[in-house]
């Protein structure tokens, strides 16, 4: 009969699979969920980690600096109110406590910033920490771009070896006379330098100036730096100098 040839032996592998579907679909929805476990596996939620009232005071050890983050912007220019998703996360703020700096071989290399100065650093760079009910962060010097003393990111104050550049417009047109739309337009990677950093520390800490000047038309790497929108609309980059590649003239 048909009922004494279903042993166990004779189920094969594939029958397992067709019977599977007879399950209870309680023991689907615990597949499903393993699924979903291992799609998330690599994901990375980055929180701030809180300190606790008890401390009254972070003191930033070496070379490190502790800045107090400028609030979001919760508002457009327009007074329109933005939704969290579309809240541009600030890259600057203020400084509230310096380390003591590093040594170099037998020199000993101080903080480049102060503290009350206002500065603008790298979009992911250091360690979040909340104190006193307010974000801050604690990076390194090296990761702080530039010391901004205004609202304008033309008036950026490179530190290091950070040079700002306002970049070229990109092309309207074709080589061919081709009006271009925006979705098709290439970002540029040539600029012109408006500031640069003192330079680097070498290794007997000296410091060594940059090679590029204020004013020279530069090309640099397509994705290196940091991107800003100045007031007047338009678009500023700051970067290493060594990601500037050629000068052009």
Same mark, same amino acid.
């Given at each position: 009969?048909?009922?004494?040839?279903?042993?166990?032996?004779? $189920?094969?592998?594939?029958?397992?699979?067709?019977?599977?579907?007879?399950?209870?679909?309680?023991?689907?929805?615990? &597949?499903? &969920?393993?699924?979903?476990?291992?799609?998330?596996?690599?994901?990375?939620?980055?929180?701030?980690?809180?300190?606790? +009232?008890?401390?009254? @005071?972070?003191? +930033?050890? *070496?070379?490190?600096?502790?800045?107090? $983050?400028?609030?979001?912007?919760?508002? @457009?220019?327009?007074? !329109?109110?933005?939704?969290?998703?579309?809240?541009?996360?600030?890259?600057?703020?203020?400084?509230?406590?310096?380390?003591?700096?590093?040594? !170099?071989?037998?020199?000993?290399?101080?903080?480049?910033?102060?503290?009350?100065?206002?500065?603008?650093? @790298?979009?992911?760079?250091?360690?979040?920490?909340?104190?006193?009910?307010?974000?801050?962060?604690?990076?390194?010097?090296?990761?702080?771009?530039?010391?901004?003393?205004?609202?304008?990111?033309?008036?950026?104050? +490179?530190?290091?070896?950070?040079?700002?550049?306002?970049?070229?417009?990109?092309?309207?047109?074709?080589?061919? %006379?081709?009006?271009?739309?925006?979705?098709?337009?290439?970002?540029?990677?040539?600029?012109?330098?408006?500031?640069?950093?003192?330079?680097?520390?070498?290794?007997?800490?000296?410091?060594?100036?940059?090679?590029?000047?204020? %004013?020279?038309?530069?090309?640099?790497?397509?994705?290196? %730096?940091?991107?800003?929108? *100045?007031?007047? *609309?338009?678009?500023?980059?700051?970067?290493?100098?060594?990601?500037?590649?050629? $000068?052009? &003239?």
């Amino acid at each position: 009969m048909a009922t004494a040839q279903l042993t166990a032996s004779s $189920i094969s592998a594939r029958s397992l699979a067709s019977f599977e579907g007879l399950r209870p679909s309680n023991t689907k929805f615990a &597949s499903v &969920s393993l699924v979903s476990c291992r799609s998330f596996r690599g994901l990375v939620v980055k929180a701030a980690t809180t300190v606790a +009232p008890k401390y009254t @005071s972070i003191k +930033p050890l *070496g070379d490190r600096v502790l800045v107090k $983050i400028n609030t979001v912007e919760e508002k @457009s220019t327009g007074g !329109i109110l933005l939704p969290t998703t579309a809240q541009t996360k600030p890259q600057g703020g203020e400084v509230v406590a310096v380390g003591e700096g590093k040594t !170099i071989g037998k020199t000993k290399v101080g903080i480049s910033v102060q503290t009350g100065a206002e500065v603008v650093y @790298s979009k992911y760079a250091g360690t979040e920490v909340e104190f006193n009910g307010t974000k801050h962060l604690i990076l390194k010097d090296d990761d702080i771009v530039g010391i901004l003393e205004t609202d304008d990111i033309k008036d950026l104050k +490179p530190l290091n070896d950070r040079v700002l550049i306002k970049v070229a417009e990109a092309e309207q047109k074709t080589a061919g %006379g081709l009006l271009l739309t925006e979705a098709s337009k290439e970002k540029p990677s040539i600029g012109e330098v408006i500031a640069v950093g003192p330079g680097t520390v070498d290794e007997e800490g000296n410091k060594k100036p940059l090679s590029i000047s204020k %004013g020279s038309t530069v090309l640099y790497s397509k994705y290196a %730096g940091n991107d800003f929108k *100045g007031k007047d *609309g338009s678009e500023y980059i700051a970067l290493r100098a060594s990601d500037v590649i050629a $000068i052009l &003239s």
